[in-house]
């Protein structure tokens, strides 16, 4: 009977096959939400001065729930451990202590200040949407796959920038403000990637129209990448062996094949 109510947290907290699983996991989607939204007006000087003491409790109540939540997840599975040196639980962990930690430094105005600025790693708490976003994983499954591509494409890039670069630093003068190679290199990549600052063009008539090749170059270059993630997204799509949301009460370890009966981290029986 011990192993009851920890069996029927575990299902709440870890899975979203059941009707409390999804309703806790909306409700702590909405709170994460609150949170970091709490970290950006608090960041308005104007509005915290007004309304400190407003932010001050209802910061107060999200780290008390957050607290609870992240013990609840602690007990709930036999491997504590595991959750505790995971990547979602170093965040829980990091992002709530410094509202504890400011406690004992309410005497020390640097100190203080020195906190205020740990208090805004709860603001990763949004990293964990990720998991309440079904086509998340096919996303990141579709960018692991094309992880050699992008690579290859990232390399051409800063080879043609190179040399580029290296071709404005040799048409234009110092005056158009080219006055190195890794500063041409620089506009190479500002002017390819349509950001354009401005703080450097060329001058001749040579200089400005291997710019406009340039520009014309950066809106074919934004296109690679997109449809090599796409072409992956859409196998990963075609893809029948589908992840199901549930976890292991062992390891908590997530991202089950949908046909998967046991733990492809511990071994343990996923139906238990």
Not at 30 to 55: E, N, P, Q, R
């Amino acid at each position: 009977m011990k192993r009851d109510w920890r069996d029927k947290m575990h299902e709440i907290i870890y899975e979203a096959d059941t009707k409390e699983g999804k309703l806790f996991d909306v409700a702590l989607l909405w709170l994460i939400l609150a949170s970091v939204v709490l970290v950006m007006l608090g960041s308005v000087k104007t509005l915290d001065s007004k309304y400190h003491a407003v932010f001050n409790i209802t910061e107060w109540a999200i780290t008390i729930l957050f607290t609870i939540e992240y013990i609840c997840r602690i007990v709930c599975i036999k491997k504590p451990w595991s959750y505790i040196f995971s990547f979602y639980g170093l965040i829980d962990f990091f992002s709530t202590i410094p509202k504890y930690i400011s406690l004992f430094f309410i005497g020390s105005s640097g100190a203080l200040l020195a906190f205020r600025s740990l208090r805004l790693l709860r603001i990763f708490r949004i990293l964990k949407l990720g998991t309440y976003v079904g086509e998340s994983m096919k996303l990141k499954r579709a960018l692991y796959a094309s992880r050699t591509k992008i690579l290859v494409f990232l390399f051409a890039i800063v080879i043609l920038c190179t040399i580029l670069g290296t071709v404005m630093f040799l048409v234009e003068d110092d005056a158009a403000g080219f006055t190195s190679i890794p500063r041409s290199i620089y506009w190479a990549v500002v002017t390819m990637t349509t950001v354009g600052y401005g703080d450097i063009a060329p001058q001749t008539v040579l200089g400005q129209f291997i710019a406009s090749i340039v520009m014309i170059l950066g809106y074919g270059i934004i296109a690679i990448p997109t449809g090599i993630v796409s072409s992956e997204i859409t196998r990963q799509s075609l893809n029948k062996d589908d992840i199901k949301t549930v976890s292991c009460v062992n390891c908590s370890a997530e991202n089950h094949s949908r046909n998967a009966i046991f733990c492809y981290k511990c071994g343990a029986n996923l139906s238990s």
